[in-house]
């Protein structure tokens, strides 16, 4: 990673956030983009709400009227108020004594997804954060000095005090910085590229903490890395169709007009699409005419059905289409929305204490998320078996080992795609492990007041850790489904699934015999979470 000139960072599209209209894309965009990430900015309308919200702040301080986390203690000790004089060291004092997150540091997606959602929920005027605060944390993103956050330690209301401290510890120059590839103190990290810390005034340090913005950084992320994996497992339903001579007849729209679930409509339909439309083949035809034997009893030459894992799987990967459409809207509200405590109600003229930090939607979300896909890996998982294992491949070679002669000296020496079989089940049964619903053990902390939480932080972490694994288990069946092709002929192939397998083969070689692999599932892996591999299916699509 190298450093942005101020000339590089001007140059850049700009994303202009004003709170109410980021989305799980922007977010993608923002934290992903690298060279091509735009250049985030504090939109114009959003400086009039902070600043009313800063006087309604100065207002009650000067009245001596005690507010949440201003003039009071935090959590339970809420009962001691302080003069308004202290309340500058008190924001400091809250930054230090949560900094006490661990576990390993959160990669820097999803540190660059927080900052901007935590920029954006704070844009929206109701937090009584000054705009130079925002347009700071929003240059530290431009500039990529961020803040090395520990994964865990978040309880997940009220919000991710402990993960979002490292955030407020970078914008006011204390802790550590990643910038430029190391290390370094937050100050240092400032200095270089021309920035000064802040000096948080009343309410700030909560603002910047006491929020759903970590957890929601993960979300995003997932979301967008599940849908990239939906499509990914239409593909692969498409080529073991294919591959085993199956039955496209399962995938008619009349089947699933019938029961009309939108996720399921669209994965039938992409994995028709994906087919190259082909006539629907009725397994009897051939045989109609055969007669049968005088205990009016025979054996059919070709079963009249496909096995669950190839004709149901647009009812599983379907589910997790359409729950991609309901946590995506869930999390968009959230991302757009003032999640801390106590909120500044400029029309009223009065703070509001309320629970905004709550993450249960989140929660709700990704565990669902979870579940959605670690049941496509299963699914996967079941076809890959149906492809590898001579009892059921129609024809193909045991594990798909290459064809050899039976006087040649590797006859019998090798063993194909075994080793990925029993890889491809360890990671799903990992990815299903991973479902227990961490919505379900919340627990009360700090002194009882935090005594309903709801532990979405990790129900998110989990779904990172489910997409990731999801993915590997989906490489290593593609990899699987290539060879099938290579071994069955890739004329069986339509225009997409073959563009899906050129694109596979230029990152990896047919095997003409036992080699590691491991390379290979990780340039797979590459090219379905870039998009890439989608994109060259769907071009072919058009052509």
């Known amino acids: 990673m190298h450093g942005s000139t101020a000339a590089d960072v001007r140059a850049k599209a700009e994303l202009a956030i004003d709170g109410h209209t980021l989305t799980v894309s922007d977010v993608v965009a923002a934290a992903r983009g690298k060279d091509d990430a735009p250049r985030v900015t504090l939109a114009e309308d959003t400086v009039r709400r902070m600043l009313k919200s800063i006087e309604l702040k100065g207002q009650v301080i000067e009245a001596g009227i005690p507010v949440y986390g201003v003039t009071s203690g935090f959590g339970d000790s809420n009962t001691r108020q302080i003069s308004g004089k202290k309340a500058e060291d008190l924001q400091k004092n809250l930054i230090r004594f949560l900094s006490c997150g661990i576990g390993p540091v959160a990669a820097e997606d999803v540190i660059r997804a927080t900052m901007v959602i935590r920029a954006n929920c704070l844009a929206r005027g109701y937090s009584a954060v000054r705009p130079e605060v925002v347009e700071l944390l929003l240059e530290c993103l431009n500039h990529d000095v961020l803040a090395p956050i520990p994964e865990r330690g978040s309880v997940g209301a009220s919000g991710d005090l402990v993960p979002l ?5 970078l914008v006011t120059g204390q802790g550590r910085a990643l910038h430029e590839g190391e290390e370094k103190s937050s100050a240092d990290a400032l200095a270089a590229v021309g920035l000064a810390p802040a000096v948080l005034e009343a309410k700030e340090g909560l ?56 996720g399921t409509r669209r994965s039938a339909h992409t994995i028709r699409d994906l087919l190259g439309n082909p006539e629907d083949r ?22 009249i059905q496909d096995r669950y894992s190839i004709r149901c799987a647009p009812h599983v990967i379907g589910v997790l289409r359409d729950t991609l459409d309901w946590a995506t809207n869930w999390v968009d509200i959230e991302i757009n929305s003032t999640n801390d405590n106590p909120l500044f109600d400029i029309d009223a003229g009065v703070v509001r204490n309320g629970g905004n930090f709550y993450g249960g939607h989140v929660g709700q979300a990704m565990d669902s998320l979870k579940t959605a896909v670690a049941s496509v890996a299963d699914l996967l998982d079941r076809q890959l078996e149906l492809v590898v294992d001579e009892k059921f491949n129609n024809g193909l070679t045991p594990n798909l080992i ?13 063993h194909g795609f075994k080793g990925m079989q029993i890889a491809a089940s360890g990671l799903t049964a990992e990815a299903l492990k991973n479902t227990m619903p961490a919505t379900s053990f919340s627990r009360s902390t700090e002194a009882h007041n935090q005594d309903k939480v709801s532990m979405a932080t990790i129900a998110a972490r989990d779904a ?35 563009a899906a397998y050129d694109l596979i083969r230029s990152v990896s070689p047919t095997l003409e015999g036992d080699r590691p692999l491991e390379g290979d599932i990780q340039r797979v892996t590459a090219l379905i979470a870039s998009g890439e591999l989608r994109e060259a299916a769907e071009a072919a699509l058009t052509d």
């Open 464 to 498: 990172r850790t489910a997409v990731e694994l999801v993915r590997q288990v989906t490489a290593i069946h593609l990899l699987t489904l290539a060879q099938a092709a290579d071994l069955r002929g890739t004329e069986v192939l339509s225009g997409p699934t073959k």
């Open 165 to 169: 401290s490292y955030i407020a510890a």
């Open 402 to 414: 290459p064809r050899f002669e039976a006087d040649s000296w590797d006859a019998g020496m090798h």
């Open 282 to 303: 009725d397994p009897g035809v051939a045989q109609r005419d055969a007669s049968l034997s005088e205990a009016g009893f025979r054996e059919l030459e070709e079963p």
């Open 207 to 262: 603002a910047l903490v006491n929020g759903t913005s970590f957890m929601s950084g993960f979300a995003a992320l997932a979301l967008h890395d599940a849908a990239e994996l939906a499509f990914a497992a239409d593909l692969s339903t498409a080529l073991t169709s294919q591959v085993l001579q199956g039955n496209p007849g399962h995938f008619a729209p009349f089947v699933f007009d019938q029961k009309p679930h939108t």
